[in-house]
Structure formats: structure tokens, C-alpha cells
């Protein structure tokens, strides 16, 4: 005898898990408040035909109403709104709407998720984690925190890169079985290794070979599997033209032999980062490359350091420059005149050496010598320095105070903008 069906004795069923690929097909989600906001990103995310049916909606829903991403019904739920739809998401709060519209879909044998009454749904969703083509369901036997407790120690060994799962690349772009490999040119933000991006970080974690650059986080080199092959494009002894051909052909080389072949370089790979050339080398070569963008230190150093690049009545611009040419050197392509004309914010990147002729030019041009300035060295790091000063005088007190690169100058009312 196993008992009633009622009575404690008897082990609920197992779920059988799915992973349902809605790519097109019709999902009726009956609710437009909170709960419907928080369940129908994943279903756009899974290409699904949405359809909405509700009175109201929040925002967010306006949203993706205005923006063609689903379709909205505005009233309450009819069983014809089942038609066509392979699953339906219960999203109110009323229990006795919510009973009806279980009911329907149970005759029609349309799998229901109901948020408000797990035992009277025919399908339960799973706390989940997503990593790049992973995706971790857990479910928890009805009790949604001890999924959610089972998600959260997993999502954590993702993020602490253990795991076996971890220790074999995952292919994605071309077919499986062609030699031919891949680059992602990853950004790797501004020094503190936290501030790479979740997409960034996890190329990495599956890449076979790395370049990276000098200014790249060393912790983040630290944690590479020990089969990696790590390429320090810093330590490439040839002139800087020459060293870049040989970084392209590294790239190149590494990815025709099949591997995926991540370029790590500092900030974002296309603010002065030679981003560019490294694509156009692979294009040349028939290689696929991926870009990953990065936090870049002109922004982020400012940011670190307590000054925002922008401010509602301070700045409505901000204009990044490289000053690794003097002003006067003929190669330079910089305008410093014209710049000397704005009010306001202005960043020079790889400026430090050049710093006098740089704010010796703009003051010339008609920048009051009196604007704030400020230079933010190893901005993110834990040797981050920052000098607040003028512009009439950040050259010297930059230089009194020992300040290298790498580091950014900051020019503008912004730098007390936080501070006064
Ligand atoms: N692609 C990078 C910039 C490369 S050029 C980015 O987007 O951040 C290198 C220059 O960036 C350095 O000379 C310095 O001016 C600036 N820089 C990079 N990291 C920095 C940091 N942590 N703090 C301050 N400046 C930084």
C-alpha cells in the first residue's frame, strides 16, 4: 500500500525538466503587473510570441509594447485567448481569474505556470543561471528558495571558474570540426579585475591561448586554467609598428591552428587600444572575431576618483583625447585650439609627458588657466592616485608629486562637481 494520494507517505512525482525552445511559438501570459514583468524578459530573450492579456500594465511592459516586442490585449482573459499558444504564464493575483485560466488551458492541455498556486500549475519554472550557451533549471521540489539556494552555490562556481564544466571551451560560431578557430578581442576594463564585463570574463575563461596587453589586470591573468598559453604582447621586443604585426600574426596563426584565441587589452580595445587593426588583420586572414567592449578609464578613472564626466548644469560634453603627441608635433591630429574653446569636459589619455605643452596650448587657446583639472593615476587600482589642482598649474603639481602614467587628465567644473 503507498497511502493515499493525499497523505504525506507518498513521495510527490518527479518533475520531468525541459527546456522548451519557444523561438516563435505563442506564449499567453494573463497579467500585466509585477509578476508579468519579471517572467516575460526571458520568454523575449527565447523568441517567443508573447501575448499578452491584461488591463493595465506596468511601464516596463509599456514598454516592450511600444517597442514591437509583444502583443498586448488590453482586457481581461477569454479562453480564445488560448488559442495558438503552446504555454501560459498566470500572472495575477486574483485566484479565482487565476483558477479559470488554468482551467481553460487544462482543456485544452496547454501546459500552465501559475505564480500565485504552484500546486494547481502544470509546469513549474527553475530558478536559473545563464553562462554564455549554459543554462542552469534548478528546481527545487516545489520549495522555490531551496532552488533559489541551489542556483546561487552553483551560479558561485561559475563565477569562481571551478568546475569541470569550466575546463572545456565551449564552441560557439564556427561548426564544431572546422580548424579553424577564433578571436575575441576582449575589453578588459581600467585595473580592477572586477570591472572586466560577465561576457568578457567568461570568453576568457574558455579561451586556449591569451595575448594580453601591459595594462590589463594582472589578477585576471593569475586565475587562467595552467593549459592556457599566455602571450605577453608587452613583452614583444620590436618597435611598436613592428610589435603589432607580430601581435596580428599571433592572433592569426594561433587561430588557424584552431584556437580560440582571446586578445585581452585594457579599458575598452577600441579607445587608443589598435582594436581596430587587430580586426581588420583577422578579417584579411578569414578568422571570425567577436568585440567585447570594456569599461574604458576615461570614464571610469574619473569616475573612481569622485568626478563624473558629465553633470546636469556642468557638463554636456565630455571629449576624449590622446596626448601622446605634443601639441605642435606635425603627426598630431588632435585640434588643442578648437578644444581650448569648449567649456566642457576634457580627458587626455597617455597625456602626463606632454602635459605642460598640452596646458600650455589650451590656456593659450582661451581656456582660463583657473579651470579645474585633475589627474587620476592606476584610477580603479589599489595604488590609485588623484591630484586635484588647475589647469594653470596641474603640469607642475603633477610633476612635484611624482605622478606617471598610466594615469588621466581630467579638465573642467566637473572635478569639484561632487566634491564642493
Ligand atoms: N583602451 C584603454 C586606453 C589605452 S591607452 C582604455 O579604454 O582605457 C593607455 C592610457 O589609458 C594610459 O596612458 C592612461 O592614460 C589610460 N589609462 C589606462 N588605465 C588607466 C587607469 N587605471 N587609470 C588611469 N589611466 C589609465
Known amino acids: 500500500m503507498t497511502g493515499h494520494p493525499e ?43 508573447v501575448l499578452l492579456v491584461s488591463p493595465e500594465l506596468t511601464p516596463a511592459l509599456q514598454a516592450h509594447v511600444d517597442a514591437g516586442r509583444l502583443h498586448w490585449v488590453p482586457r481581461r482573459f477569454t479562453p480564445d485567448d488560448l488559442d495558438g499558444a503552446w504555454l501560459v504564464q498566470v500572472a495575477v493575483d486574483d485566484p479565482l481569474a487565476a483558477a479559470a485560466v488554468s482551467a481553460a488551458a487544462q482543456e485544452r492541455r496547454i501546459f500552465c505556470v501559475r505564480a500565485d498556486d504552484r500546486r494547481a500549475a502544470t509546469a513549474w519554472t527553475p530558478a536559473v543561471t545563464r553562462h554564455g ?19 546561487d552555490a552553483i551560479r558561485a562556481l561559475f563565477e569562481e571558474r571551478k568546475g569541470p564544466f569550466l575546463t572545456h571551451p565551449v564552441e560557439e560560431g564556427p561548426p564544431v570540426n572546422t580548424p579553424v578557430g577564433r578571436v575575441a578581442l576582449v575589453g578588459a576594463g581600467p585595473g580592477d579585475p572586477e570591472l572586466i564585463t560577465v561576457k568578457g570574463w567568461r570568453l576568457l575563461t574558455e579561451a586556449d591561448v591569451v595575448v594580453a596587453d601591459r595594462l590589463v589586470p594582472g589578477l585576471l591573468l593569475d586565475e587562467l586554467r595552467p593549459d592556457v598559453e599566455l602571450v605577453d604582447a608587452s613583452k614583444i621586443p620590436y618597435g611598436p609598428s613592428r610589435a603589432q604585426e607580430e601581435i596580428n600574426r599571433i592572433l592569426v596563426d594561433r587561430a588557424r591552428a584552431g584556437a580560440f584565441v582571446v586578445r585581452l587589452k585594457g579599458g575598452d580595445p577600441y579607445v587608443f587600444g589598435r582594436g581596430g587593426e587587430e580586426l581588420l588583420a583577422c578579417a584579411a586572414a578569414g578568422i571570425p572575431v567577436t568585440v567585447v567592449p570594456g569599461v574604458t578609464s576615461s570614464i571610469a578613472a574619473p569616475a573612481v576618483a569622485g568626478i563624473p564626466v558629465t553633470h546636469r548644469g556642468v557638463a554636456h560634453e565630455f571629449t576624449v583625447v590622446s596626448g601622446h603627441l605634443a601639441p605642435d608635433h606635425p603627426a598630431s591630429l588632435v585640434n588643442w585650439a578648437a578644444l581650448a574653446g569648449l567649456r566642457g569636459t576634457l580627458v587626455v589619455l597617455m597625456g602626463l609627458k606632454n602635459l605642460a605643452a598640452i596646458v600650455g596650448t589650451l590656456v593659450a587657446h582661451g581656456r582660463p588657466a583657473d579651470t579645474p583639472a585633475a589627474v ?5 587600482t589599489g595604488s590609485q592616485r588623484v591630484l586635484r589642482s588647475t589647469l594653470g598649474r596641474v603640469a607642475e603639481e603633477a610633476g612635484a608629486a611624482g605622478l606617471r602614467p598610466p594615469a588621466v587628465v581630467v579638465v573642467g567644473d566637473v572635478v569639484h562637481a561632487l566634491a564642493d
Open 133 to 151: 550557451p549554459v543554462t542552469v533549471a534548478v528546481l527545487g521540489g516545489g520549495d522555490p528558495r531551496r532552488a533559489v539556494a541551489a542556483r
Open 376 to 380: 587620476v593615476q592606476e584610477g580603479t
Open 7 to 49: 497523505s504525506p507517505q507518498r513521495a510527490a512525482p518527479n518533475l520531468y525538466p525541459l527546456g522548451l525552445r519557444l523561438a516563435g511559438r505563442r506564449v499567453l501570459v494573463v497579467g500585466g503587473g509585477a509578476v508579468a514583468t519579471r517572467r516575460v524578459p526571458a520568454l523575449l530573450d527565447a523568441g517567443a510570441d
